[in-house]
């Protein structure tokens, strides 16, 4: 089961850009990766993920705004954020997901605000 690591996150003005990362300790050839989120007073909440063949699903709210890509050879999963909102505002948290290990990161926090 791998261990994950978020970086990346931090506070920008809306219309901003950040790019999250999130570091496995070993290979994520074999896992679906996503991104969620969550919010203050809410339950987390799937922002994106992306398939062990490349295949990829966003939230509604954030079609068009950001996407996920994952480099297998360096064991690292990203996710790029244009065009962010306040209600971006979140810890935003990273998952490796196959048939037998669902594994989380600590998180790393992202501010849209003025």
């Known amino acids: 089961q791998v261990q994950l690591m978020e970086s990346g996150g931090g506070l920008v003005q809306p219309g901003g850009s950040l790019r999250l990362s999130c570091a496995a300790s070993?290979?994520?050839?074999?896992?679906?990766m996503g991104w969620y989120r969550q919010a203050p007073g809410k339950q987390r909440e799937l922002v994106a993920v992306?398939?062990?063949?490349?295949?990829?699903n966003f939230a509604d709210s954030v079609k068009g705004r950001f996407t996920i890509s994952r480099d297998n050879a360096r064991n690292t999963v990203y996710l790029q954020m244009n065009s962010l909102k306040p209600e971006d505002t979140a810890v935003y948290y990273c998952?490796?997901?196959?048939?037998?290990?669902?594994?989380w990161g600590q998180g790393t926090q992202v501010t849209v605000s003025s």
């Open positions: 992306i398939t062990r063949g490349g295949f990829t």
């Open positions: 998952n490796a997901r196959n048939a037998a290990y669902d594994s």
């Open positions: 070993g290979s994520i050839s074999l896992y679906t």
